[in-house]
């Protein structure tokens, strides 16, 4: 079983930044393929964007430019460094680990974006 721990999640104003951090437990970190999602009140989970295990990177158009994604294997950490924040980036944000077909959640971390 894998955990996976969010933190850095918070209020922030419009045009301002955060960065989210993701732990996960267990000595293969390197072998997952992470990705970050987010779910805004009333709407369906998304993606955001997600990096591979050779650290390929892949964005969602709404985030291109403003939002990196990144990961040290060496710290079992995976990043999302979001700038620019918009009110409609207001959404809990999920890390999100996947090995093979196994995949795993972790408990989400509230970001308010206010206007």
């Known amino acids: 079983q894998v955990q996976l721990v969010e933190s850095g999640g918070g209020l922030v104003q419009t045009g301002g930044s955060l960065r989210l951090s993701c732990v996960a437990s267990?000595?293969?970190?390197?072998?997952?393929?992470m990705a970050w999602y987010r779910q805004a009140p009333g709407k369906k989970r998304e993606l955001v964007a997600d990096?591979?295990?050779?650290?390929?990177?892949n964005y969602v158009d709404f985030v291109k430019g403003r939002f990196t994604i990144s990961r040290i294997n060496a710290k079992n950490t995976v990043y999302l460094q979001m700038n620019s924040l918009k009110p409609e980036d207001t959404a809990v944000y999920y890390c999100?680990?996947?090995?093979?077909?196994?995949?795993?959640w972790g408990q989400g971390t509230q970001v308010t974006v206010s206007s």
């Open positions: 990096i591979s295990t050779g650290d390929i990177t």
């Open positions: 267990g000595s293969i970190f390197m072998t997952y393929h």
């Open positions: 999100h680990a996947r090995w093979g077909a196994i995949t795993y």
